[in-house]
């Protein structure tokens, strides 16, 4: 649609106004071609006739729709122009209090001067990672796009901030480089961010200045580099500066002062430190007081100069540094306080006693007469001669001036150069950002040298900035395919070439400097010479000293006056030499620099724009513009290397008025800062630019049935563009964007209205048609009701008569009688029902009361023998407890009494070992005697033959033999007396032993008789454990009394051997018949031999019948055979009997294996044979050790025998004793054979009893094999634990005897040992107890173990809920349930909290064994290894989720079983007996809970930077409710970001699946219901905070349908908690301050009501929040209403006593306090088994 076809009526246009530059009129008549007038109507009510040229229209630019008014960015206006511009920026900052603007890539800034709070560290993290044109327009947007471009493109970047003075240049500056400071802080201990924001404080003190415009104008141009690592965090920081303006030194104007630091240092003169500079109030000093200001309100020069000093130390300038620095600043005050007279014409002079000379050579260390000579006095240098010249006055004050702007240039640039050393650190530069705060262009009622230069530099930036605009522009074309048509835009190229080319301005003001006789009006005229023919150049025509260059904003006339002295600043030679002479060498290096720089180098060190003049002379150095265009072209090379971002800074007022908008003004900067000049390229081309995907949900409303069912989105907006537009040139079809000509949004945007109207039209006429029908229906029928009432009283009145009035008064009066006769009929009957019920109901009530005073009576009774029982148990308890402390003194006693009784079975045993091994050597000595009775046999024939020899030598044999006889037998009598004595011994002792036995067992009954009492108070499952006890003591019993048979037994057999001695030295004689008799004997053995042999042979073929029938089927013959003896020939050596059982052991273990193998079951089994086998074992070995003390007699008595028959063979007295012997002997070989039979009859019963048994144990094994491995371990254990005590005990005995020997010389230390030996006996007691309980309960198992071999089949095992484990396995289990286990499986296939439940198991019983080492290493080991596994998966969800859930309930099991009263209210009586016993682990469950909050931390920051992705899409930019858009047109800074880039859709359905998904595997893992209720609080919190601060910074969310589509989300998160069973969370409540938020989007914003009523529904929002949303307020059709500034202020109004935060943003690191609360378990410990799948098969169930 062509642009002249939009002037219709009811359209408007702007039309130029003198005041305002622009206002607006609306068209009263549609525009044709060919009127000569545009029909207006103006806001004021006027008519307006606007005149339009027939031939050449040039009509008024036409307005945008109110829709488009208030864009972030500017490009996306329908129409481009000035007027559209000015007044967009006036309604978002006026309106709005917006102060930021997109204007394509440039971000217009426009001062608010107020203080707003929209800097804080939150904005700075909202904008941090967003793209560009996702969030309102701000200075924090600009940098994060400049940091993101950095770190994606790897290519440096600059910010270029310019603006005219008064602008907030510096202000926005300082908040980009705060912003790089907090988003990429460097983490080192330099802290460079730090150090880069504190030298702005510095530079704005020495370089900034209060002028006519602006209380803190940078008087400087500066570019900051901020230097990034590989890492993208600041490592350094460089600071360039560019045009000081050193005339402020010396002259300021009206109202303006000199830079801050010199009143800053003034204000402070009182102070020690600045005492010796002598400095005097500010508006005494001519350098400070020239302007008439000395002030600046709300400014304090106290403090300031307190951050300044501050600033300088955190830079790591030291105080001498600053000593120095001050001094040359006070110096530069008194200097201008130096007066200079004049002595005549040409003359001057400084009078030597002036106070201000004296200061100034005493702070700088110069000659006083010195300066002030050459003050007033000039050296030329002739060819012959030297002359020194008098100055005039006025030239003299020029020389002073000078120097105190070439010491203060000095200075100034001296302080950025250690600046820049400071902020420099190691460490290589891999890019960098740089910040440009330069001024803006300039133009005032007199323009210097100053303003000149500063345009000349605006005129380069606006070249670059032009050439980057149109570069930009054809990468945007280019790629959408959009066909490239060249722009025309303005090129300020002639007037650079007018300024800095060979004979331009520049160059003609050097070559007027060479000359010693050029002045500026010589000056001024060759540049009307050689520049006249410029069309940029131009004369003034009323002045003379004066020229005009035509700039790309405007036209400014400079005068010419000062441009030569300003760009010489020349400082008289002699001045520098006494400066360089100075004491003072700090301010010596100033000009020794400048002298070096101008020997070596002659000027700058970059190559200038164009060739320079080269001085003649030491005099003629680089002039001010020389070295100002040097600067310029590295600065210019420097940002065409970099890719640039604009902040344009814009000054509303000249008043400096908060929110005032002066619209001259503001149009006047925006021209001059290339602002509308971006908006004409954009707008000759096609400025308006939408996504398919918008257009689409913008303009569906004006698309056909058939065109909205298309697919093809794109190809149905390609479909209704050509129907709606028919000129192909308005608009063109990119790849992703439909980009339209200017206008043509507009035209849009009036179809869709007019659509939008008439469907409204539509539906009023319905929705009043039908409200008329309605009412008219209720009329009607109200009619039909008065005629129906009238009607009937017409017809009774005609009805009515005296014949039916009596008629009816008659029937009156029978229906009363009858009446009356009814009721009473009626009450009668009532009246007899009442009077029964009462009845009843009085003696129910009696009987109720008469029970009643017999339960009270009852009850009496009851408390009576209630409160008796009471007392009685309560007497009961105290005597219980006195017994029980009765009870351990009097153990403790008899353990002291056990001890000492075990020394003496000790030394006991100690006697009987030595006489076992006397006995050993009397068989030793028998064995020797056999054989030499051997040899004696074989010498029997020599001995016959020799016989009459051996009569010869009888005689003296038999004397020597009576000899030998007679010792032996002395010998025999007195070890016969020794053994008497040692028997006597031990029978005394075992005398004494038995009776302490009875006493100890007297005395056990009793104590056991109490405990009993006692045990059955408190635990009635003691009972059995006592009875086994006695029987225990019985056997023992038992075994003493038999123990002191055999020994009395053993006396006699000595007693009777030793007779047998005696008799057989009386009888030596029948040595021939011994030998017949020994062969007999030898005979009688070999045949018991047989005997013996035969009966092992028969245990043999039992033992294999026995083994056959346990492994018959189960394994081959071959292995059958194997387990047989091998030597049969031996079988019936004790050895063989032993090695027999060890077959059936291994039968018994291959029996165990196989059924292991083909069942679990028949473990349980195989153990309990193992078990009977060893029982039987033993009962084997104890008849084995009969046999043999049995065998060892006879061996004694055939020792001793063949040792007296090889010594007294030739005495034949000896056959009676041989006799006797044979004869005890076969008493003997009997008594044998009797124990031979009595073990294989042994042998036999143990097969029958295994053969009996074998089925009917079945049953039992599984629960033997547990029981009995269990007993072996802790009697093991128990073992080392008795042997251990008892090493303390010894140990403590030998303490407590050196203690005695040594009490004399402790006596100091008694008290403190006594303390420590009472509880180490408390200990000691507490283990002894522990220990004498747990071998009682080992046997009684032991005895009920034997006693089930013949009693009925066992009852189930009674799990105590323990796990037990060694001590090596520690690493294996923490490996196996901490470190490898994987949450998925355990979550999955088992009970939730599984590994918490097995750990505490395992605590348990390590308490419950006392064993304090070993617990603290389980604790130890269980939370580090928690730590490690957290802290190697800290962004695994699952895997957090599952060990928070866990060591919560490892953290509740260890209160649960505490013992302590609070957490046991709830246990059931069964978990009540699991509590710990021995440890108080309130520390660990300390340790357990601050691990717990860190898991829950770390958990809920997964959860967090899961879901928050999600956030913003699916709560605010998705519409969930169909139909309902709010989409609008975007501008250029939403270009970058396509919709059809892949990137991932988020829905409030993908958060509410998210949070499914945490709350499933919450769920899942076990965890607590009150844990996730505050997971999910946090989370909603997350959603809620995020949603509100995307809300405040983004002005295009804050519409009514916006807020329909937040509540519409909420109720869906509201929806969800129910679902969940949640809302007792009071999660739902983080949410209200965005429900309120909605509500605030949606409501009527308009009236005083209105106002009031937001004020109340909006509690959970503060005044900053709901002003900033009312402001940003922003209606998406026409038929909505704009939120005026009165109405805003009216809330701010009845804001204004409400308390609360005055925060913008919510924190969103804010966390709610976790807490942990106890939940008791109700599982089952001794119910739990383990999974296999856990490898745990190191573990036993106690």
Not at 1023 to 1052: H, I
């Amino acid at each position: 649609m062509a642009l002249l076809e939009l002037y219709t009526e009811y359209n408007r246009v702007w039309i130029p106004d003198a005041e305002h530059v622009w206002k607006s009129a609306e068209i009263i008549k549609d525009f044709h071609i060919g009127n000569n007038v545009l029909d207006l109507l103006l806001e004021d009510g006027t008519e307006y006739f606007y005149p339009v040229d027939t031939s050449k229209p040039e009509l008024p630019p036409l307005r945008n729709p109110d829709i488009l008014v208030g864009e972030n960015d500017l490009t996306a206006l329908s129409y481009l122009h000035e007027p559209a511009v000015l007044h967009n920026l006036k309604v978002r900052f006026v309106e709005s209090r917006i102060i930021y603007t997109y204007c394509g890539i440039i971000l217009v800034a426009v001062n608010p001067y107020k203080q707003l709070p929209i800097y804080g560290d939150a904005i700075i993290h909202a904008y941090s990672g967003q793209n560009m044109g996702d969030m309102d327009p701000h200075i924090f947007a600009v940098a994060e796009e400049a940091y993101k471009q950095m770190a994606r493109n790897h290519k440096n970047q600059s910010i270029i901030v310019s603006g005219e003075s008064g602008a907030g240049k510096t202000v926005s500056a300082r908040f980009a480089m705060r912003y790089f400071a907090v988003v990429s802080k460097s983490g080192s201990k330099t802290r460079v961010e730090d150090k880069v924001l504190a030298s702005n404080p510095i530079t704005e003190a020495i370089g900034n200045a209060k002028t006519t415009r602006n209380d803190n104008s940078s008087r400087f141009g500066k570019y900051t580099e901020i230097s990034f690592d590989r890492r993208y965090k600041i490592i350094g920081a460089n600071m360039r500066t560019y045009l000081l303006e050193k005339s402020r030194v010396i002259f300021q104007a009206d109202n303006e002062r000199n830079y801050h630091i010199f009143y800053q240092m003034c204000s402070c003169a009182h102070l020690p430190e600045f005492k010796n500079l002598r400095l005097l109030s500010a508006d005494k000093f001519r350098y400070t007081c020239m302007g008439g200001e000395i002030t600046i309100e709300g400014v304090d020069d106290k403090k300031d100069v307190e951050e300044t000093r501050r600033t300088f130390s955190l830079l790591g300038l030291k105080e001498d540094f600053q000593s120095d620095v001050f001094k040359v600043l006070a110096a530069i005050l008194h200097l201008g306080n130096v007066e200079i007279r004049n002595n005549g014409e040409d003359k001057s002079s400084v009078p030597p006693s002036d106070p201000h000379l004296v200061v100034f050579c005493e702070l700088l260390g110069v000659s006083a007469e010195g300066l002030v000579r050459w003050l007033c006095h000039r050296r030329i240098i002739l060819v012959a001669e030297t002359v020194v010249k008098p100055m005039p006055k006025e030239r003299a004050v020029n020389a002073r001036d000078a120097l105190a702007k070439q010491i203060y240039a000095h200075l100034f640039d001296c302080i950025i150069n250690r600046i820049n050393t400071a902020l420099q650190v190691p460490g290589k530069q891999h890019a960098f950002i740089g910040v440009l705060d330069i001024y803006g262009f300039e133009t005032f009622d007199v323009n210097s040298f100053e303003q000149f230069c500063i345009n000349y530099a605006n005129e380069k930036l606006q070249q670059q900035f032009n050439l980057h605009v149109f570069k930009l522009e054809q990468e945007e074309y280019m790629k959408e395919d959009i066909p490239w048509t060249l722009i025309d835009f303005y090129d300020n190229q002639p007037v650079i070439d007018l300024i800095e080319a060979k004979m331009g301005i520049l160059d003609l003001l050097d070559e007027e400097c060479l000359f010693p006789q050029g002045t500026d009006q010589s000056w001024l005229q060759k540049l009307f010479n050689y520049l006249d023919t410029n069309p940029l150049f131009e004369k003034p025509r009323l002045s003379n000293e004066a020229f005009v260059i035509q700039h790309f904003a405007d036209k400014v006339e400079y005068q010419c006056r000062g441009f030569l002295e300003k760009n010489r600043d020349t400082l008289y030679e002699e001045l520098v030499d006494i400066m360089r002479s100075s004491k003072f060498p700090f301010l010596a290096n100033f000009f020794q620099e400048e002298e070096q720089s101008t020997v070596n180098s002659r000027g700058v060190k970059v190559r200038p724009a164009r060739p320079g003049v080269k001085p003649a002379n030491k005099q003629l150095r680089t002039s001010v513009g020389d070295k100002f265009c040097s600067s310029l072209s590295l600065l210019m090379e420097t940002l065409n290397a970099t890719t640039p971002h604009y902040v344009r800074c814009i000054k509303p007022n000249d008043e400096k008025l908060p929110f005032e908008y002066d619209s001259r003004r503001v149009v006047q900067q925006l021209r001059a800062c290339g602002v509308l000049e971006t908006i004409r390229i954009s707008a000759q081309s096609y400025p308006s630019r939408w996504t398919y995907i918008e257009f689409y949900s913008r303009y569906s409303i004006l698309m056909s049935h058939q065109e909205a069912d298309l697919s093809d989105k794109k190809q149905t907006c390609r479909n209704v563009l050509q129907r709606l537009i028919q000129d192909p040139n308005q608009y063109k079809f990119g790849r992703t964007k439909i980009f339209f000509r200017a206008g043509q949004v507009a035209y849009l945007e009036k179809l869709r209205l007019d659509r939008l109207r008439g469907a409204c039209v539509t539906i009023q006429k319905h929705v009043r048609g039908w409200s008329k029908r309605r009412k008219y229906l209720r009329m009607r029928e109200a009619a039909i009701i008065l005629q129906e009432y009238i009607r009937g009283k017409r017809t009774v009145r005609k009805t009515v008569s005296a014949v039916t009035l009596k008629q009816g008064w008659a029937t009156v009066v029978l229906q009363r009688h009858w009446r009356g006769y009814r009721m009473r009929q009626i009450y009668q009957v009532v009246r007899l029902a009442s009077i029964t019920i009462q009845a009843f109901t009085r003696g129910w009530m009696a009987r109720k009361r008469y029970k009643k005073m017999m339960k009270e009576q009852k009850a009496l009774v009851l408390q009576k023998y209630a409160r008796a029982w009471l007392v009685r148990r309560r007497f009961q308890t105290m005597r219980r407890l006195v017994l029980n402390v009765q009870l351990s003194y009097r153990v403790q006693q008899l353990r002291k009494k056990i001890e000492e009784q075990n020394k003496e079975n000790r030394g006991l045993m100690e006697r009987l070992t030595s006489l076992a091994n006397s006995n050993s050597q009397t068989m030793d000595r028998l064995q020797r005697l056999e054989s030499q009775l051997e040899k004696s046999n074989n010498q029997n024939a020599s001995l016959e033959a020799r016989e009459k020899k051996a009569k010869e030598d009888a005689s003296l044999t038999i004397a020597q033999l009576q000899k030998e006889i007679d010792a032996l037998s002395l010998e025999k009598q007195n070890l016969e007396k020794r053994f008497e004595a040692s028997t006597k011994e031990a029978k005394e002792s075992f005398d004494q032993i038995k009776r302490d036995l009875l006493e100890e067992k007297e005395y056990e009954a009793r104590l056991r008789k109490i405990a009993e009492n006692n045990i059955e108070i408190q635990r009635h499952d003691h009972e059995k454990e006592v009875e086994t006890l006695k029987e225990e003591m019985k056997r023992l019993k038992e075994e003493r009394v038999s123990l002191q048979r055999k020994l009395e037994e053993g006396e006699q057999v000595n007693s009777d051997l030793q007779e047998q001695v005696i008799q057989l030295t009386k009888h030596v004689k029948a040595i021939p018949e011994l030998r017949r008799d020994l062969s007999n004997l030898q005979n009688q053995r070999n045949s018991i031999d047989r005997r013996m042999k035969q009966h092992s042979e028969q245990a043999r073929a039992k033992m294999n019948e026995i083994m056959r029938q346990l492994l018959g089927g189960v394994v081959e013959e071959e292995v059958l055979l194997g387990l047989s003896p091998k030597n049969c020939e031996k079988i019936y050596e004790v050895e063989d009997l032993l090695e027999a059982f060890d077959g059936l052991q291994k039968a018994t273990r291959i029996l165990e294996n196989h059924q292991r193998e083909q069942k679990e079951s028949y473990e349980t089994q195989v153990e309990g044979l193992k078990l009977k086998v060893d029982h039987l074992q033993n009962e084997n070995s104890k008849l084995q050790n009969l046999f043999q003390e049995k065998s060892n007699v006879n061996e004694n008595i055939r020792e001793e025998v063949s040792r007296l028959s090889s010594e007294n063979s030739v005495i034949p007295e000896l056959k009676l004793q041989v006799s006797e012997l044979q004869r005890q002997k076969q008493e003997l070989e009997a008594h044998v054979e009797e124990q031979s039979r009595e073990l294989a009859d042994k042998t036999e019963e143990i097969t029958n009893v295994l053969q009996r048994k074998i089925n009917e144990e079945s049953s039992q094994r599984r629960h033997l094999e547990e029981k009995a491995e269990e007993l072996e371990e802790l009697k093991r254990e128990l073992q080392g634990r008795v042997e251990e005590l008892e090493e303390e005990n010894n140990h403590l005995k030998r303490q407590q005897l050196m203690e005695s020997e040594v009490k004399s010389k402790l006596r100091q230390e008694t008290s403190r040992l006594t303390a420590e030996n009472m509880d180490f006996e408390e200990q000691l007691d507490q283990k002894d107890t522990l220990i004498k309980k747990l071998q009682n309960q080992i046997r009684s198992l032991e005895a009920s173990q034997k006693a089930k071999q013949t009693s009925t089949p066992a009852i189930p095992k009674d799990y105590l809920g323990m796990l037990e484990y060694k001590r090596e396995d520690e690493p294996r289990l923490i490996q196996n349930i901490i470190l490898d286990l994987k949450p998925k499986g355990v979550a999955v296939n088992m009970i939730p909290n599984l590994p918490a439940h097995i750990l505490f198991m395992c605590i348990r019983h390590a308490d419950y064994l006392n064993d304090e080492a070993k617990l603290k290493s389980l604790m130890n080991a269980t939370i580090g290894a928690v730590k490690k596994v957290i802290m190697s998966h800290l962004k695994d969800f699952e895997l957090l989720s599952f060990w928070l859930s866990n060591t919560y309930q490892l953290l509740n099991c260890l209160k649960q079983y505490s013992g302590e009263e609070e957490f046991m209210k709830q246990n059931t009586p069964h978990q009540k007996k699991h509590c710990l016993k021995n440890f108080d682990l309130s520390e660990h469950r300390q340790i357990l809970s601050d691990l717990a909050i860190h898991i829950y931390h770390q958990f809920i920051t997964v959860m967090e930077k899961t879901i928050a992705p999600a956030i913003v899409p699916g709560m605010l930019e998705h519409e969930s409710l169909q139909g309902i858009s709010s989409m609008k047109p975007t501008g250029f800074r939403k270009r970058s970001n396509s919709i059809y880039e892949d990137s991932e859709t988020y829905t409030i359905s993908s958060i509410i699946q998210q949070l499914t998904d945490f709350h499933s595997t919450m769920s899942q893992h076990g965890m607590e219901q009150g844990l996730i209720k505050q997971a999910v609080k946090q989370l909603f919190f997350l959603v809620g905070a995020t949603t509100l601060n995307n809300i405040m910074l983004r002005k295009d969310m804050c519409s009514c349908r916006k807020g329909m589509q937040i509540r519409c989300n909420i109720s869906y998160l509201e929806e969800w908690l129910k679902e969940k069973d949640l809302q007792s969370s009071n999660a739902i409540d983080n949410l209200r301050p965005l429900s309120q938020a909605a509500w605030l989007l949606q409501v009527n914003k308009s009236t005083d009501d209105d106002a009031k009523e937001i004020t109340e529904q909006c509690p959970e929002l503060n005044p900053v929040q709901i002003v900033k949303i009312l402001n940003s307020y922003t209606p998406i059709d026409d038929f909505e209403k704009r939120v005026t500034s009165s109405f805003v202020r009216k809330v701010q109004s009845l804001l204004q006593g409400r308390e609360g935060s005055t925060q913008l943003m919510l924190d969103l690191d804010y966390r709610f306090q976790v807490t942990f609360p106890y939940c008791p378990s109700s599982q089952a410990l001794e119910l739990l088994q383990v999974p296999s799948s856990l490898h745990l098969g190191f573990l036993t169930r106690i």
